[in-house]
């Protein structure tokens, strides 16, 4: 949930930050948007009224630009970020070639003849 009734959260210190703060920093960046795009899709779907739902979920779209931009800073500022998230696509597409999954257009796995669920991800 937001933190604004807390002052301090947002002060700007005298001081810049260090590289470790900032890449610590970038990750709760991506860490808020992940958070917003979960709530606008949990608000999307809690609703009836199709405009809502519809910008709740462009807006939510938009929120998963941000992480792909923030993640790819990560990428450029670290030099084994890249190499840790190829690792993890890798270990990913292993299992989903195991189980018969073949990827849809584009990255994203999907499972044979049906789309994946939050529900059947758990």
Do not use: C, W
């Not at 009836?48 to 807006?59: A, G, M, Q």
């Not at 890798?90 to 939050?118: N, W, Y």
């Amino acid at each position: 949930m937001p933190d604004f009734p807390n002052p301090f959260v947002s002060n700007v210190p005298e001081r810049k930050m260090n590289f470790e703060e900032l890449t610590r920093a970038i990750r709760i960046d991506i860490a808020g948007e992940l958070e917003a795009i979960h709530l606008y899709q949990a608000h999307a779907q809690a609703t009836d009224n199709e405009l809502v739902k519809e910008v709740l979920l462009d807006i939510a779209d938009e929120e998963r630009v941000h992480v792909g931009e923030l993640q790819r800073l990560l990428t450029l500022l670290l030099d084994d970020e890249a190499e840790l998230l190829a690792q993890g696509k890798a270990e990913v597409d292993a299992v989903a070639a195991k189980l018969g999954i073949q990827a849809a257009s584009g990255s994203a796995p999907a499972s044979v003849g049906e789309a994946p669920t939050i529900g059947s991800l758990r």
